[in-house]
C-alpha cells in the first residue's frame, strides 16, 4: 500500500516570489509520481509526472518537480508565481507495476496574493 | 490531450430518488475508469474501479448496492447514486488511464440532495 503526505494544507505566497509544495511518499514498491492541479469546481489537470530517468521533472506553466528516493520527496517548484496559478495541487502516486490506481495526498492550497 | 466529459455538470435531486451520472472518454478508449469522490477542500477518495464488460471492484467501505457501476462500452461508465441521501452530496469525478500512467479527469459533477 501507498500513501502521499501533503505537509502544507496551505500556501499563501506573493506574486513574482517562488514556491515550493512539500509532497513525501510511502511505498513499498516502485512507484510513479504526479502533481495534478485543480482550479475551482474542474477536475484535476496533470502538472508534471516522475516515471524514470532523470530525477527533475518539468511540467506545464513553468511548474517542476524533483524527486528524491532516499528522502522518499516528490517537492513542486515555480520559480515565480501568478496570479492564476491560484488552485489546489494534488500530489499523487500510483505503483509501478501498471494497475494504474492512484493515491492522492490531501491537496495543498496555493494562494497568490496580488 | 484526451479528453474526458461528464454529465451533467451539476444535478440536484430530492432525498430518495436516484441519479446516474456519465462519463465518456472522447477520443480515446478506456477499458478501465476510476470513480472519485471529493468532499469540500479534501483530497479525493478513490470509490470504485470501472472495468469494461466485468464486474466494477469497490474500496472497502463503498456500499456496491448504493453506488452502482455500469462500464457498457469502451467509452462509457456510468454511476448510478442509489436512493440517494443529504449526505451522498459531494463533487463526484471520474477518470481514464492514458498512455503513460497519468491519469485523464472528467471535469466533475456536483450532486446535491435536497
Known amino acids: 500500500a501507498q500513501s502521499v503526505t501533503q505537509l502544507d494544507s496551505q500556501v499563501p505566497v506573493f506574486e513574482e516570489a517562488p514556491v515550493e509544495l512539500r509532497c513525501n511518499y510511502s511505498?513499498?514498491?516502485?512507484?510513479?509520481l504526479f502533481w495534478y492541479v485543480q482550479y475551482p469546481n474542474q477536475g484535476l489537470q496533470l502538472l508534471l509526472k516522475y516515471l524514470s530517468g532523470s530525477t527533475l521533472v518539468k511540467g506545464i506553466n513553468g511548474f517542476e518537480a524533483e524527486f528524491n528516493k532516499s528522502q522518499t520527496s516528490f517537492h513542486l517548484r515555480k520559480p515565480s508565481v501568478h496570479i492564476s496559478d491560484t488552485a489546489e495541487y494534488f500530489c499523487a502516486v500510483s505503483d509501478s507495476g501498471g494497475y494504474q490506481k492512484v493515491t492522492f495526498g490531501t491537496g495543498t492550497k496555493l494562494q497568490v496574493i496580488p | 490531450g484526451a479528453v474526458v466529459s461528464q454529465h451533467p455538470s451539476r444535478v440536484i435531486c430530492k432525498s430518495g430518488t436516484s441519479v446516474k451520472i456519465e462519463c465518456r472518454s472522447l477520443d480515446f478508449q478506456a477499458t478501465t475508469m476510476f470513480w472519485y469522490r471529493q468532499f469540500p477542500k479534501q483530497s479525493l477518495m478513490l470509490m470504485a474501479t470501472s472495468n469494461e464488460g466485468s464486474k466494477a471492484t469497490y474500496e472497502q467501505g463503498v456500499e456496491k448496492d448504493k453506488f452502482l457501476i455500469n462500464h457498457a462500452s469502451l467509452t462509457l461508465s456510468t454511476l448510478t447514486v442509489t436512493s440517494a441521501h443529504p449526505e451522498d452530496s459531494s463533487f463526484y469525478i471520474c477518470?481514464?488511464?492514458?498512455?503513460?500512467?497519468?491519469?485523464?479527469f472528467g471535469p466533475g459533477t456536483r450532486l446535491t440532495v435536497t
Open positions: 477518470s481514464a488511464p492514458g498512455q503513460y500512467y497519468e491519469q485523464y
Open positions: 511505498s513499498s514498491v516502485s512507484v510513479y
